[in-house]
């Protein structure tokens, strides 16, 4: 028999309710402001699409591929997973296909205590402006 008692917010949090706080918590940067940002050599740029997803494409260059579910556990250093290439106090550029995953992502990074984080949006996007990319 379970024991433990399970709690509910009276009113369930749902999707697009998590993405309006995170679209308000992380910035969206145009292709632009995101080439700007790439000119720095302090960014982590990560990519959280999922690995097939990346392998079909390629991703930015020099981007560090951590797809979303695996998020948490890469980026505590107590986590199973952990990328010692996720430093708090650096600037953290993330994308994903749309920009949905990323925003998402980007919040999750701030919950977590990294930070600025800006979402960069989608791969197409990006790369229809000109951003270089690399084969997986």
């Given amino acids: 028999m379970n024991d433990h008692i399970q709690s509910h917010k009276a009113e369930p949090v749902r999707f697009k309710d998590l ?20 000119r720095s050599k302090d960014v982590l740029v990560v990519d959280v699409r999922d690995l097939s997803e990346v392998e079909k494409s390629g991703k930015i260059k020099g981007a560090v591929n951590v797809s979303r579910g695996m998020l948490e556990l890469s980026v505590d250093p107590e986590g199973p997973h952990y990328d010692p290439r996720f ?45 270089e990319t690399e084969t997986v």
């Fill in 19 to 38: 993405l309006t706080e995170a679209d308000i918590a992380v910035p969206k940067l145009s292709p632009a402001e995101a080439a700007e940002k790439l």
């Fill in 87 to 131: 430093q708090k106090g650096k600037t953290i550029l993330v994308y994903c296909v749309v920009g949905i995953r990323s925003a998402l992502a980007g919040k999750t990074l701030l919950d977590m205590g990294f930070g600025p984080v800006f979402n960069m949006g989608g791969f197409e996007e990006l790369i229809d402006a000109g951003i």
